[in-house]
């Protein structure tokens, strides 16, 4: 079935500094891909979405590539702000374990911006 | 914001009882899901509806059923809870093409069993 694996956390950085967090799915077929994102006491809000091979999901400051040679769909953003404290979630719809409006979701990263 | 809400905000209950919780949405979305959100698992699927009685189950089902008579209200029933099942629970719509539109998710609720 379809999984997806996100790095572990929590990540803590300082403001402005550059951020990556990795994630990588297993699926067949061509799966949609996405991140979420989470502010404390919230639900989760899309962040961005890439819906085939190449494509690159951009929003706030944030962007992802598809990389289907790879099965990855890694998030990163050049300068981190205080109010990006958050957790993401990576997620897929679609592939090969389940119909096409379902979303796998990853663990969640925890990320935390000190002044 | 798309039109969600979830009631109640907060339950605590005792092991054994039923527990109701219910997602009204004013979208008019085809699609409504049932997420548990739990550490170190990220948010499972529960259950979800493609249209008015119509419902299937998601990978962590046992324990749980749904209800579906509008198109506006979801209804997530624990018939005899269970500590495990205290967790956050997040209610999610989608609109009519599943391959490009996105789930938009309610505040959440969030279940203690004790």
């Known amino acids: 079935g379809d999984s997806v694996t996100q790095m572990e956390g929590p990540v803590t950085l300082s403001e402005e500094a550059f951020l990556t967090i990795n994630c990588t799915y297993t699926a067949t077929g061509y799966p949609s891909l996405f991140w979420y994102v989470q502010y404390p006491g919230e639900g989760l809000q899309l962040l961005l979405k890439?819906?085939?091979?190449?494509d690159k999901g951009s929003n706030k400051g944030f962007e992802a590539t598809y990389r289907k040679e790879t099965t990855s769909f890694h998030l990163e953003k050049g300068s981190v702000q205080v109010s990006d404290s958050a957790v993401y979630f990576c997620a897929l719809r679609g592939g090969s374990g389940g119909s096409n409006y379902k979303l796998t979701f990853g663990k969640g990263t925890l990320l935390t911006v000190n002044p | 914001d798309a039109g969600i809400t979830q009631s109640p905000r907060h339950k605590v209950t005792e092991t054994g009882t039923p527990v109701t919780l219910r997602c009204h949405q004013t979208?008019?979305?085809?699609?409504m899901y049932w997420y548990r959100q739990d550490p170190g698992h990220g948010l499972r699927l529960i259950h979800y509806s493609y249209g008015v009685k119509d419902t299937d189950k998601g990978e962590v089902s046992d324990g749980y059923s749904v209800s579906r008579s509008k198109t506006e209200d979801f209804l997530l029933t624990l018939e005899s809870a269970t500590s495990s099942q205290t967790s956050v629970y997040f209610c999610?719509?989608?609109?009519?093409?599943?391959?490009?539109?996105?789930?938009?998710f309610g505040p959440g609720t969030r279940l203690t069993v004790l």
């Open positions: 979208e008019n979305h085809r699609y």
């Open positions: 999610a719509i989608s609109d009519l093409d599943p391959l490009v539109g996105e789930q938009f």
């Open positions: 890439a819906t085939k091979a190449d």
